[in-house]
Nanobody, 127 residues
Framework: QVHLVESGGDSVEAGGSLTVSCEGS??????????VGWFRQTPGKEREGVAA???????TYAEPVKGRFTISKDNFKKIVYLQMNNLEPGDKATYYC???????????????????WGQGTQVTVSS
């Protein structure tokens, strides 16, 4: 069982930067064998993929965040980071991390693949 906890959500001004973190539970499992993704959701809208990192270290990003967001993974600490630069008002959302143990190790943001989900952390961007 993998338990995920997000942290780092905050209120920032447009153009600012923020890093949110996703920490996995310290049960006995190999974090390196899990793909992790970040998703976000605003009220009234469907949850959408933001970024994901595969077991092989590959990454994938949603078009709106390419060049601004960076996902990284520390398998030893069991933490995944999402570095967000040049934040825009449209980035305001609740950010969720999710994980699953894949057969294919390349990164994907297909939500149906992700089995374990955190409770979310709120990011607010003011213009």
């Amino acid at each position: 069982q993998v338990h995920l906890v997000e942290s780092g959500g905050d209120s920032v001004e447009a153009g600012g930067s923020l890093t949110v973190s996703c920490e996995g539970s310290r049960n006995r499992y190999r974090y390196s064998e899990y793909s992790v993704g970040w998703f976000r959701q605003t009220p009234g809208k469907e949850r959408e993929g933001v970024a994901a990192i595969g077991c092989d270290g590959s990454t994938t990003y949603a078009e709106p965040v390419k060049g601004r967001f960076t996902i990284s993974k520390d398998n030893f600490k069991k933490i995944v980071y999402l570095q967000m630069n040049n934040l825009e008002p449209g980035d305001k959302a609740t950010y969720y991390c999710a994980a699953y143990r894949p057969i294919v190790w390349r990164a994907t943001m297909s939500q149906a693949e992700f089995r374990y989900w955190g409770q979310g952390t709120q990011v607010t961007v003011s213009s």
